[in-house]
């Protein structure tokens, strides 16, 4: 082959000669010598090793430094970030070849932190022996830093790929071989659920071979099955119905068939099995309705196709049990034998009868028919109207349930997040500083200007309680006063001996600046050598929407209220026993409304709720409770409300969902 002169790749540094046919990256069209096969859709490293962790993007890492190596690995490039922490492009010095080597954020703690990595990353270099598997390569410790390392997959994924599988025939291979991989991980030790199969998760090496990658969100199991712990739905066109609610169906691999059925729905029709303008409304169709028969948008396609895909897509206690009979199935397809999934059924057997005697057919049809309308018409009225209000209300549960889960794990993400700038506000040695300042008050001070970011105000408090600097020009009269009563004062301080990394999230306050309402998130301040100095507070106000949660949905056909625990006033200093309306359609910053039902105590029985100042941002996968005959305190909200009610995972509050069930859609029942 002839070659120009040697010019160094813009994405691997290599100093190889480019060939006289540069072979361009299907993603980001750049020519790479080391990557691309010259093959249609193939991937350069660097796009195929962001593909396989789905980081985000490098704009927010680019003065970040690029060790010039980690471990025994040398580091190329910096790919981005991803929720374990950063991902480089590294050079495995055993094979000449490129990894992707993912590094932890922040150091592993104590010794039990570190054999708990270890032991979830001997579980996945397992899983990556597996046939058709990306798994980890290695790992280890770099300096108290834990990393691993996974090849990187250069054919691109499947969803870049889609168009080259639009023939049933080719589509129902290439599920066999995803289908046995997933079939395999499934039957590991333990046993692992996938909980995010789709497009994007299914990577080619170079040869054009199909790879199942990315277990973000797996799910290990044990001898007594999988449990729900943890929230677990991935992309909403590919969740099954039992990932959104539990009371569709057990957590088990049938999971991960619903997705291997919705990716060959997808590879068949060239659409999704339910669509939707927001996930939350593709989730409420999966739960409520049936996909569109794959032969109605494409009429040419045999009934057999058809038949596996309906098969993988319904409910829980329906579907192929696993991801292996799903396969068979699909071989029995391509092999023109039986399929498991077509059973003779009585009605089979009565219309096979019509055929061969269709005058006796007709006329006995009739005579039964004419009988059981005549015995039965009065009872079936009667029951008609109570099944209708009975789906109706039913329909109005689930829908308030899962809008109530749904927004209460959105909200505790955003609380999260904010819960990370300020433990990383808490940590800045200027900011610690500020505390040990005796004599001087320090409004507007540049260091909490910097992380002030979504927040509303900041505080540095000394360890007595008094405040030594403030994000606004706060009033000499304000640093005269002590806040050592507070409850987010009084957490921190506990923080500092039982989990000095962690931040608290404290029961609401009413502002003693401009009187408005605030959610308080506060972190110890520690000097160098570990000692206690004080805390630092950041105060939220109490909104319809906190960051880029939207607590009111947009159809208007639901009402979220936002309820928690109401912090002690400086007057009076008591604690409240119940709940204060926080966030509610008629409540404005500054104003609240005390709960009178449910009880607080009731709540926390149901949810067996124990405070946990250590765990408070850990989701709590439960169902939400149900209130019948919910009444709205707020005038204008008068009459009876179906409402919905679920944790903020361990923070002590409560999203409250509630719709009227007699205004409920309820969907058409499915013809069988």
């Known amino acids: 082959m002839q070659v120009s002169e040697s010019a160094s790749c813009a994405h691997c540094g290599s100093g190889a000669a480019l060939p006289d046919s540069p072979r361009l990256c299907a993603v980001c069209q750049d020519r790479c010598p080391r990557g691309p096969s010259g093959r249609s859709g193939a991937w350069c490293p660097i796009c195929a090793a962001r593909a396989a962790f789905d980081l985000a993007p490098l704009s927010e890492l680019a003065d970040v430094p690029i060790p010039e190596q980690i471990g025994p690995y040398p580091i190329l490039d910096v790919l981005g970030e991803g929720g374990f922490g950063i991902v480089y492009l590294a050079l495995d010095p055993s094979t000449d070849g490129r990894v992707a080597l993912k590094r932890t954020r922040l150091p592993i703690g104590d010794d039990k932190a570190r054999k708990a990595f270890r032991k979830e990353v001997a579980l996945y270099e397992k899983l990556g022996s597996l046939p058709n598997v990306v798994g980890i390569r290695s790992a280890g410790d770099d300096h108290g830093y834990a990393y691993l390392t996974m090849p990187v997959m250069e054919g691109g994924s499947l969803r870049a790929r889609m168009g080259d599988f639009r023939e049933p025939e080719a589509a129902a291979r290439l599920m066999v071989v995803i289908a046995r991989a997933v079939d395999a991980i499934h039957h590991s030790t333990p046993p692992v659920l996938h909980r995010d199969l789709k497009p994007e998760n299914v990577l080619f090496d170079r040869h054009g071979r199909p790879h199942v990658s990315d277990f973000g969100i797996a799910k290990i199991g044990s001898e007594v099955g999988f449990t729900r712990e943890d929230f677990g739905v991935g992309c909403p066109h590919y969740s099954a119905p039992e990932q959104v609610l539990p009371e569709y169906g057990d957590l088990t691999p049938a999971a991960d068939v619903y997705s291997l059925g919705a990716i060959f729905y997808e590879l068949l029709t060239g659409a999704v099995p339910h669509r939707g303008k927001t996930p939350e409304e593709v989730l409420r169709r999966i739960i409520s309705e049936e996909p569109v028969p794959p032969r109605q948008l494409r009429p040419e396609l045999d009934r057999d196709w058809e038949t596996i895909c309906l098969h993988a897509l319904e409910r829980a206690d329906s579907r192929y049990p696993s991801a292996g009979q799903f396969a068979d199935d699909l071989e029995n397809a391509l092999g023109h034998r039986p399929l498991l999934a077509r059973h003779s059924s009585a009605f089979d057997r009565l219309k096979r009868l019509g055929r061969r005697h269709p005058t006796a057919a007709r006329l006995s049809g009739a005579l039964l028919a004419l009988t059981l309308l005549l015995l039965s018409f009065e009872l079936w009225t009667r029951q008609a109207e109570a099944a209708r209000a009975q789906r109706r209300e039913r329909h109005a549960a689930s829908l308030s349930q899962f809008s109530a889960s749904a927004q209460a794990g959105a909200l505790l993400f955003q609380l999260s997040q904010y819960a990370a700038r300020v433990h990383a506000a808490a940590k800045d040695p200027e900011i610690v500083a500020l505390a040990h300042e005796q004599d001087k008050v320090l409004p507007e001070h540049p260091a909490l200007l910097r992380h002030l970011g979504p927040f509303d105000s900041l505080l540095v408090l000394d360890a007595q309680g008094r405040p030594h600097a403030h994000s606004r020009n706060a009033g000499r009269p304000y640093f005269s006063r002590n806040f050592a009563f507070r409850e987010y004062f009084r957490a921190a301080r506990a923080l500092a001996e039982s989990c000095p990394d962690a931040v608290h999230l404290a029961p609401a306050f009413r502002s003693e600046e401009d009187e408005r309402i605030k959610f308080p998130l506060s972190a110890p301040l520690l000097d160098a050598a570990g000692k ?39 007057s009076s200093q008591e604690a409240q026993d119940d709940f204060t309306f926080l966030v509610h359609p008629e409540l404005a910053g500054s104003l609240e409304y005390r709960l009178d039902a449910p009880a607080r105590a009731l709540l926390q029985r149901h949810f067996a709720f124990a405070p946990d100042p250590c765990r408070q941002f850990e989701l709590v996968r439960t169902t939400p409770l149900i209130q019948a005959a919910y009444t709205d305190p707020f005038p204008g909200f008068e009459g009876q409300w179906l409402a919905a009610v679920a944790p903020v995972g361990r923070t002590g509050y409560f999203v409250v969902v509630q719709s009227r069930p007699e205004q409920a859609t309820v969907p058409e029942e499915p013809k069988r």
Do not use: H, K, S, Y
């Open 532 to 570: 206690w100095v004080g805390v630092l507070m950041a105060g939220t106000i109490a909104a319809p929407a906190l960051g880029e949660v939207a607590l009111q949905a947009p159809d208007g056909e639901q009402i979220t209220a936002l309820l928690g625990p109401r912090g002690v006033e400086r």
